[in-house]
């Protein structure tokens, strides 16, 4: 029983982590919060399902048509963030910095409504591509599914550790993170970084998305909403910016909801209480996250 | 008409506006030639940040023209700029604190695609051996002198052909001090052209073959910089001397 609910809370913060990656990248550079994110997720969800949908044949199936809707899924997701960074908050960030986070809103209700309008209003039925069944573990019997998406989420998270403390473009990542102006002196192109960091964090969404779908089995156009929320709060409670307390948050966010649902009574109606409460808590307590550190003195 | 090398860098009428209204630079013309260390002394808000922050793009001028090697800088962001060698090294030496010295002078060779940069990376330790042994630590954790050691580093690794210095000796201690202005003249022997920003006007005055002397935003005089070292007006003014 308890092995089942660590495993439940390790798959669902799993895909938070991997959310509150894409908002914590953003603000380590420009200190914005991308309200679109949520949003960018679901299109990542619902590129992979049109892939599966329309092009089923191209792409086989079992692993090969799950490389597929990852790779599809992550790659719209990355383009769409791009786009929306380089058309409604680019032209704005000299202006305030409130400018772009209105932006962002709007960008993500054009986004949400566009989906419901052109694509659908209903939830729609997310592939599985590979055979799920039972598989006993440390004495528990556990869904080959939370193993899959569990996987994926840990192996995208090294991917970007290694990408991020040992690339070229990881480093100026870093250093626009420290001092973006400064960046530019070393002949660092901030605009391009902040590109890559964008497609970065938004790819880690469409990835996130298409383990959602797979997690729950359908997808809908608002599906980016409540899990943007807590995944943003994982970010808070980690300390955002940065980058390893958004996995913690991610992670303690869906253990806490998890045990919840399991010990607490009639706990399954609270679980979205429990994360806005611990967003609270944390503010109060400790704004600036559990790893969150003062930024350095710039002298 | 004269014998005189070329401007590598030149500054031609440049006017310039600081926050919103304080006229900070008022028709400031100077040149720098292949070669030299140019200095550039004056008071707190004479406009000398001002001005290096405008040749490297930073700042936009109000009016006027900025040429490095025959080309007008106009418009260009700081990234292009740098990257036809011209290196600044902020005033309050602006290292990146979360990255280590290491990844601090990798990114000093940011522009560069050579992969093999140990040359460079042990001409810069040969230079601050400090920096040698300092390899993993955080930038952050440095103290002031290596902080600046390490700026001067980091733009070394670009190997630029003009270096701006703004106030280099800010807040240093005296042997501090010394370093630095022997690595000043090191760098330039090996051909890198220098202008040095500084209230420390008599260290720069020393350095320098040429400078001027910045007042309210305008070049109140341009000399040798040995002449003025002996000039009763600078001497008082900023030397401290009567």
């Known amino acids: 029983m308890l092995a089942q609910q660590i495993l439940n ?5 799993a895909i938070y982590s991997l959310i509150a990656l894409g908002y914590t990248l953003v603000y380590g550079i420009l200190a914005m919060i991308n309200f679109a994110h949520s949003e960018v997720l679901m299109l990542g969800a619902f590129t992979a399902l049109g892939l599966a949908t329309f092009a089923p044949a191209a792409f086989g199936s079992g692993p090969s048509a799950l490389a597929a809707m990852f790779v599809a899924g992550m790659a719209a997701a990355g383009l769409v963030n791009v786009v929306v960074e380089r058309f409604a908050y680019r032209p704005l ?28 209003t209903q939830s729609l039925s997310f592939p599985r591509p590979v055979v799920i069944g039972q598989i006993s573990l440390f004495g528990a019997s556990v869904s080959s599914l939370q193993l899959v998406i569990l996987g994926a989420a840990l192996g995208l998270m090294g991917l970007l550790h290694f990408f991020v403390e040992s690339t070229k473009m990881g480093k100026a990542m870093r250093a626009c993170a420290d001092d973006i ?7 660092i192109d901030a605009d391009r970084v902040i590109a890559v960091t964008f497609f970065v964090g938004g790819a880690l969404g469409g990835a996130a998305g298409v383990l959602y779908g797979m997690n729950y089995g359908s997808i809908k156009y608002n599906l980016g909403f409540l899990p943007g929320a807590k995944a943003f709060t994982a970010a808070v409670l980690g300390g955002i910016g940065n980058i390893r307390g958004a996995v913690l948050g991610g992670f303690i966010l869906g253990l806490l909801e998890v045990l919840a649902c399991g010990y607490i009574p009639d706990g399954a109606q609270w679980r979205d209480v429990i994360a806005f409460t611990v967003l609270i808590v944390v503010l109060l307590v400790r704004p600036s996250g559990l790893l969150g550190e003062k930024m350095a003195e710039k002298v | 008409m004269s014998e005189k090398a070329p401007a590598m860098l030149s500054l031609d009428d440049v006017h310039a506006i600081y926050g919103k ?7 400031v013309s100077l040149e720098v030639r292949a070669g030299e260390v140019v200095a550039l002394i004056g ?18 001028p109000e009016k006027g023209r900025v040429t490095f090697q025959g080309r007008d800088l106009a418009g260009l962001p700081p990234h292009r700029i740098m990257r036809m060698g011209l290196s ?24 560069r695609s050579e992969k093999d940069l140990s040359r460079e990376y042990d001409h810069v330790f040969h230079l601050f051996p400090v920096l040698g042994k300092r390899r993993c630590q955080l930038g952050g954790t440095l103290s002031g002198g290596e902080q600046q050691m390490l700026a001067m580093g980091r733009a070394l690794m670009a190997a630029p052909k003009l270096l701006m210095l703004d106030e280099p000796s800010m807040g240093l201690a005296p042997v501090v ?25 008599k260290r720069a005055l020393r350095a320098a073959a040429r400078a001027y002397v910045l007042e309210t935003g305008m070049v109140a005089v341009a000399q040798d910089a ?3 070292l002996k000039d009763p007006a600078v001497r008082k003014a900023y030397l401290g001397l009567d």
Not at chain 1, 113 to 119: A, R
Not at chain 2, 21 to 27: Q, S, T, Y
């Open chain 1, 9 to 13: 809370a390790l798959t669902l913060g």
């Open chain 1, 93 to 120: 960030r000299a202006v305030s910095r409130l400018a772009p986070l209105i932006s962002a809103i709007g960008v993500s209700i054009v986004l949400q409504n566009g989906v419901f309008l052109w694509i659908s």
């Open chain 1, 181 to 187: 102006s400064t960046a530019g002196l070393m002949g």
């Open chain 2, 21 to 27: 209204k304080i006229r900070a630079l008022k028709g």
């Open chain 2, 43 to 60: 008071n707190n808000g004479a406009g000398k940040t001002t001005m290096m922050k405008i040749i490297a793009g930073l700042l936009k």
């Open chain 2, 88 to 111: 600044l090294v902020p005033e309050g030496r602006r290292i990146f604190p979360r990255l280590s010295v290491m990844e601090n002078l990798e990114m000093g060779a940011f522009c």
């Open chain 2, 177 to 201: 001090v010394d370093k630095i202005f022997e690595i000043i003249g090191l760098i330039n022997k090996e051909g890198v052209t220098v202008l040095l920003v500084e209230q420390n006007a």
């Open chain 2, 226 to 228: 040995a002449t003025l």
